[in-house]
């Protein structure tokens, strides 16, 4: 048979030229070689989608009914065509609402200038007063006026904190309240000296929470068995023994003194609208709205905790300076991008300036959010705080992958991948320094999500507003707070899980009792005795006082509570859990565990 012609190869000697094909795929150097082209292929391709499409598709917003939209501005450019008019008419408007806001702030406290946070107490808990309480002296026959914020009832307690055997977190602390029958109801509601001021003051009717409003306390010194009751929205905590300082309220009408921030919220709010629908300029607009928002959160929404409107007003004017500073960067790398050009006034100032007041009034608009900080330990112990967490940062997560889509259209996500590597690589720093942990404020969470947002889309806008305004709420009520803070420093008045003393019963009758324990361990130098929740005894190394001994008063037939805690220098370790020597002479042993740490 002729082969020519057909696709046989033959050798010289006759024998095929044809290699047998492996069963086995290709070699392991061609293998490589094509997963070397595969992982460049895709590379190419995410290089390719990240650098987005070209040319670059910019994104503007063009505005519903841009008639209705445009008609503000182009009013004012018929009737004040000239730049001058117009300066001397914002100047004007300026002018007008400071003069509205400095009034309104003012002149309706009176006598009642001097303020009190949420959590102000009349007496220091625990040692804080020294030992017998007497740093917190007089105890009784003293009055001093006082005004208290609207939204008293959320003022909570944010680690475990004992009332006698009690420990209550996370709600108003209220210790007492009207007594039925006897003297409670001729003096009034009774409360214990370390009771929240504002709080106690609403439980007994004196101010509103709404509108919240001043009052007279009146210190009316020792008092026994203070009840529990729920009146206007607050439930007050039980204690069945004495404590050295009590006070109760001198009647004064509600309508004398309220907090005035919803009508002060009223005004700026008008204000920054109006100045939002009239203006187009982007300096114009952003300077005015961060300085009205930045001095109506620091002086009225969300003042720092200071005792008078003097000296929150003079540290609220020294945390603008830097905060202006730093606006100015947001402005040119933020805002300026964002509003360049943007002329649907009515969709500016709905989402900006209204995500911007939502931002600015954070403990109003998220209070309802069970996360009081963002820490490990806040978050293992408050009720519902990991399930928020996790339900942000789902929100977070979808926001983030709507602005990445934008910022490629745009071109920009490369130049974004880099700046958030670097923040990512900051903070992983951040993380790894020992001895500090990282802690992310209100300012700081801002500061590093704004810059995604410098995008002229309508989400963008209201998330670059709620952005904004949140950085405004934390440096006007806080501060340039560090984003590295001691772990001490993060617990605050928390428990530290320090070495408890292990405390003796010597003796112990219906008349008195006695107690003994070993030598303090090192750091601590001495050991201190609460009894009631007040410092009543403190010894140190050398004072050869290792027993402590406590007599029942002839007419008190009571219940008392004893916790007992080191002390290094001034500064108290964990106290005890509470044991209890009850009125028939029986005494109760401490639970194992520490109790709130008092300072």
Known sequence: ?????????HSIDGSSLLSPISRDGPSPPRRYNALLHHIKQVSTDIITWVKGPQPPQIQRINSFFPRIQTLPFRFLDRHLPKRKHKLGLLLGFYLAWLLTFVMLLVYPLGPYLVSVDLAHQVRASGNGCGLNGNNCRPFENSTFAFSCPANCQGAKVLNPYAVGSQEIIYQPLVVGGPQEGGVGLAEGPIYRGDSFLCAAALHAGVISNEKGGCGVVALVGQRDNFPSTFRNGVQSISFNSSFPLSFSFVSTPQSECNDLRWPLLAVSVIFTSILSVFTTSPAVFFSSLFTAIFFHVGLASDPPNLPSYYSITSVVVGRFLPAGFVAFVLYRYCVRPQLEGLVAQYEKTILWVGGCWVGALTNYTLDFIPIQRLTPHDLNQQPGAKAALSVIVIILTLIAVGQIYYLRLEGRLPGYLALYLLFGIGLAIFVAIPGLSLRIHHYILALLLLPGTAIQTRPSLLYQGILVGLFINGVARWGFDSI???????????????????????????????????????????LSVLVNDVERFRSYRGDDRDEFTWERPVDKNLPYYFRFGYVQGSSSADYTRAGIWKDDGSWTPMEDGPSKRLI
Do not use: Y
Request: glycine share 8%.
């Open 1 to 9: 048979m002729d082969l020519e012609g057909s696709n046989a190869t």
């Open 484 to 526: 590295l803070q001691t772990p001490a420093a993060l617990l605050g008045d928390g428990q530290r899980n320090s070495v408890l003393p292990v405390v003796s019963l010597m003796q112990v009758s219906a008349a008195n009792i006695t107690f003994s324990w070993t030598p303090p361990l090192e750091p601590f130098d001495g």
